[in-house]
């Protein structure tokens, strides 16, 4: 299951999202997160659709988006998610 996180900087719900996505990661071990600052990730943030910052995004290991979160998530909507991702 992977979880991308597109951030900008000087966000400060990013920081809160991170805080959210290490959670997720503690808790679910096959989880992988993987942060993309959307200035520097342009094209893959535009194919992604992305609008806001932060927008985490839950998928399946095959890719397949399960949930989409624009702004801070809790750690139960991402939980809920990543259990649907596998």
Known sequence: MKLTLYTSAFCEPCMQTRAVLAETARLVPTAT?????????????????????????????AGEEVFRAEGVPTLQQVLVAAAKAV
């Open 33 to 61: 997160v993987t942060e993309l600052d959307v200035a520097r990730n342009a094209a893959r943030a535009e194919a992604d659709r992305i609008r806001v910052t932060p927008t985490v995004i839950v998928s399946t290991a």
